[in-house]
């Protein structure tokens, strides 16, 4: 892993970009209908299913409220659709929550709504993984659906003493399922100021060891290899002189 991904060249003057977050397939989505008259959103909102019921006819999960009834969530299955009520199988994929939103709100009104609709978006499994050398390496649900890569490392534990700043290897899936990897230098001034500053749902961090660490990390294998050996030796002696006796 330490020799795979591009080393990124920041360019003077680029700007930060906000990276909204792009539905891929495996997304759990909390999608809500509401309106002035309930009843007229009503169909179009999943019933909250009892704690212990972990999937309804739409093969949809739900999230548990308290250990009771359960918020369900839509999942975008492998071919980027989710199958939602009355207006059934949509394309998803490759859409940002505000474009969902946009269509949802289309497709209900004013077909099946006299008035126009208040249709939320929000992801159930929004994560990132930050992993190597961390003091809590781990993957890590985050709520607000932002975050940069300052924040997920203080999330992390920070970097340990033996962590590169200079080389963090960045990997990244796209709707398509095809993975980008990209080495980041955390001490590049220039870093704030690029698109890649904020970080996308399921990204994964991987901080590396620095040399210290990885000498150290070889030198052990080395001797666990030796112990193990002479163990081995000491086995096959002890044996051929129990024989001899």
């Known amino acids: 892993m330490q020799d795979a991904g591009t080393q990124i060249a920041f360019k003077d003057g680029e700007q930060a970009q906000r990276m909204d977050a792009i539905l891929k397939p495996g997304d759990l989505l909390i999608i809500t209908v509401n309106s002035n008259t309930p009843e007229a959103a009503q169909p179009f909102n999943l019933p909250l299913i ?30 980027g659709n989710i199958n939602f009520p009355i207006l059934g199988k949509l394309k998803v994929a490759g859409m940002k929550k505000n474009e969902l939103l946009t269509m949802l709100k289309s497709k209900i009104y004013p077909f099946f709504m006299k008035e126009e ?81 904020y970080l996308q749902q399921n990204d994964v961090l991987y901080i590396q060891p620095n040399n210290p660490r990885s000498r150290g990390s070889a030198l052990g294998a080395v001797e666990a290899m030796s112990i193990s050996v002479v163990g081995t030796l000491i086995s096959l002696t002890s044996l051929i002189i129990n024989i001899i006796k």
Not at 52 to 70: D, F, L, V
């Open 50 to 79: 009892p704690g212990g019921e972990g999937m309804n006819s739409y093969g949809i999960s739900k999230t548990s409220i308290s250990g009771g009834a359960g918020l369900q969530n839509y999942l975008i299955d492998i071919d």
């Open 117 to 197: 609709p208040i249709v939320s978006v929000r992801f159930a499994n929004y994560k990132v993984s930050v992993l190597g050398e961390v003091n809590r390496p781990g993957a890590y649900n985050i709520d607000n659906e932002k975050l940069d890569l300052f924040e997920a490392i203080a999330i992390a534990g920070d970097l340990t003493i033996y962590g590169r700043r200079d080389n963090v290897l960045l990997i990244r899936e796209d709707e398509n399922g095809k993975r980008t990897t990209l080495r980041i230098d955390l001490r590049d001034k220039r870093l704030i100021d690029s698109p890649y500053f």
